[in-house]
């Protein structure tokens, strides 16, 4: 789940880092009374999940609160990226002397948290890391943790006031509290600023969480946003089914996340593009058919539907009894294929052909059929 920057800063103040005050609004005249309650000035941003919100139009500063209405008006009136702005962050807004870039992300290679640090921070660090990557310093944090004089010497590296480095260190160790027991896959402070006076502070926030960790976190659900999620995303997570959305045309419902990677390299090798990744498991309830059903039929660019199910413990028979219950509750408007080999097949086939659907064993046939099913909807 990726948040939002009053989100993450949310979370950054519960750990101590040092963030400006400020609120979140949806309507240009909460904006305005926020500016009014912070009583300086401040600066308005758009609350969506994509970077470059600066270059985007999509950051302001006000003076008054009358202008914090006019800008918030016009930052709401904005898409960024594709995703229109819900709302803004009106927070008191900093002088600033200086833009430093520090992160920590998954290193899912290493299998090590990586720190990175740059004194080219600020809107332009993608160009940075594009042309000039040696001043992004990178570190990885070992099993043994993040220690105070290791945070010290890598600021010392970077900043060259002592104060600022010491200031810098606390922070970088207080993001990495956040890192570890937030389940991060990435904290991001960009800006990460030093005022005239000498002051540091996390302008910015970027904060993703790992999904697979939200067992453990009673909290995250506060953070969700249901204007981020679609309605497939929705139900795949109160189903509990492992759904990931792709930009093709095909809906693929598998038992098994192996098989269901290799059903997509498949439908790639062929020349189709899936629609989608879900996993309904390898229990056979007939439910988690019916659901998976919902969820790919949200998705208005499915033009077909494969299944592809290989029965060891899941049976084969569960899954026709509820692609036959699901259908009759609400019969599909695209063409469905359906593969299924392994226990109770047989018994499978019976129902579904009594239902008036086929099946068929092979992966190769089912796959290369949806295909040109898909091809024929589209055509
Ligand atoms: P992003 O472009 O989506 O990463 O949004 P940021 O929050 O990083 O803001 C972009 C840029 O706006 C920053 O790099 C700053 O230069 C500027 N900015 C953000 N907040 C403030 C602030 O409080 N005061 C000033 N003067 N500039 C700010
Ligand atoms: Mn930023």
Request: net charge negative.
């Amino acid at each position: 789940m990726n948040l939002h920057e009053y989100q993450g800063k949310e979370l950054f103040a519960r750990y101590g880092l040092p963030v400006l005050p400020g609120q979140v609004a949806e309507t240009p005249d909460e904006a305005r009374q926020i500016a009014a309650s912070i009583g300086s000035l401040v600066v308005i941003k758009a609350q969506v999940q994509a970077g470059g919100r600066g270059k985007a139009g999509g950051v302001k500063l006000a003076a008054s609160p009358d202008e914090a209405y006019e800008k918030a008006r016009d930052i709401l009136a904005l898409t960024i990226k594709g995703l229109p702005v819900r709302k803004v962050l009106v927070a008191q807004a900093a002088d600033i002397a200086k833009e430093y870039y520090l992160s920590i992300v998954m290193d899912r290679e290493k299998k090590l948290p990586l720190i990175m640090l740059s004194a080219e921070g600020g809107v332009e660090i993608e160009e940075v890391a594009r042309v000039a990557p040696e001043k992004i310093l990178k570190q990885h944090i070992g099993l043994e943790g993040l220690r105070p004089y290791q945070a010290r010497e890598l600021m010392m590296k970077v900043f060259t006031d002592f104060k600022q480095a010491a200031q810098a260190a606390d922070i970088l160790l207080k993001l990495y509290n956040v890192f570890m027991d937030g389940d991060c896959s990435l904290a991001e402070i960009n800006p990460l600023a030093v005022t005239p006076e000498g002051r540091v502070i996390a302008l910015d926030a970027k904060v993703v969480l790992d999904d697979n960790a939200d067992y453990r976190h009673r909290d995250w659900e506060h953070f969700r946003d249901p204007a981020e999620e679609t309605p497939g995303q929705r139900l795949a997570r109160e189903r509990g089914l492992s759904y990931v959305k792709l930009d093709g045309d095909i809906g693929c419902i598998v038992n098994g996340a192996g098989l269901a990677m290799a059903t997509m390299d498949l439908i790639k090798h062929y020349g189709g593009e899936p629609a989608n990744f879900l996993d309904i498991g390898g229990s056979s309830n007939p439910e988690k058919v019916t659901a998976a059903l919902k969820i790919i039929t949200t998705d208005s660019h499915v033009r077909a539907i494969l299944f592809n199910i290989f029965g060891g413990i899941t049976r084969c028979d569960d899954v026709a009894n509820g692609i036959v219950t699901s259908l009759t509750e609400s019969p599909l408007t695209v063409p469905l294929v359906i593969r299924l080999t392994g226990t109770n097949e047989v018994k499978a086939r019976q129902i579904l052909s009594d239902f008036g659907l086929g099946a068929t064993t092979s992966m190769d046939e089912a796959v290369q059929m949806v295909i040109a099913k898909a091809q024929e909807v589209t055509a």
